[in-house]
Every structure is written in structure tokens, then in C-alpha cells.
């Protein structure tokens, strides 16, 4: 069974930091570039950070540049997602995706991916 459980979220004042995880399991690791997506109340799903299969190429989105920074851990099967300065903004649920392949040039859209994780919820308050 494919699964990718997302942890690590929470509640953490602005400036604050949080790291994400994902722990894949059910389908070979290595074959799959990931992502982690967004969605805040009223608002569309939006792509945050990927790193892709192969050469861990890292693609980030405007609002996570110099802030976020995406990894992962072959032998954990495991994806990360260090985020540092934390602003009410960032406030949404926060997904993990798995696409298979590489990934080049950007974050893939949210349709495109393969498998998704139920999301983790993180609140940054002001």
C-alpha cells in the first residue's frame, strides 16, 4: 500500500521554525521526485518546494525562496521540509507528493502528481 504521512506540523509564532516530514512507504523511494504543496482557507492548492530523483535537483516557489529548504533521506524514505522566519501567511495545510520520475524547471502542478499524504496543518500566528 502506498502511503506518505506527513508530520511535524503545528502551531509557532511568527519568526519561528518548523520542519516537515514525509515518510514514504509502499513504492520505491528512489524512483519518485517530491513535493510539498499548500492550501490555505479559501484559497487553491499551491506548490511550495520539490526535490527531484536522480541529481536532487530543489525547485522553490517565490514566497518559500531563502526561507524553506526541502531534502530527503534515501535510507529513511523520507522527505523533509525545513522551514525558518515563519510568517502568518505561511499559515495552510501543508501536503506531500510523490511523482514519478524526475522533475525539472519548477515544481510540477498538483495534477500532475502520483501519490499525495492526508497533510499536516500548520498555524503561524502573529
Known amino acids: 500500500e502506498v502511503q506518505l504521512v506527513e508530520s511535524g506540523g503545528g502551531l509557532v509564532q511568527a519568526g519561528g521554525s518548523l520542519r516537515l516530514s514525509c515518510a514514504a512507504s509502499g513504492f520505491t523511494f528512489e524512483d519518485y521526485s517530491f513535493g510539498w504543496f499548500r492550501q490555505a482557507p479559501g484559497k487553491e492548492r499551491e506548490g511550495v518546494s520539490s526535490i527531484s530523483s536522480g541529481d536532487d535537483s530543489t525547485y522553490y516557489s517565490g514566497s518559500a525562496k531563502g526561507r524553506f529548504t526541502i531534502s530527503s533521506d534515501i535510507a529513511k524514505s523520507t522527505v523533509y521540509l525545513q522551514m525558518n522566519s515563519l510568517e502568518p501567511e505561511d499559515t495552510a495545510v501543508y501536503y506531500c507528493?510523490?511523482?514519478?520520475?524526475?522533475?525539472?524547471?519548477?515544481?510540477?502542478?498538483?495534477?500532475?502528481?502520483?501519490?499525495w499524504g492526508k497533510g499536516t496543518l500548520v498555524t503561524v500566528s502573529s
Open positions: 507528493a510523490a511523482i514519478l520520475g524526475a522533475v525539472a524547471g519548477d515544481t510540477p502542478e498538483s495534477g500532475a502528481m502520483d501519490f
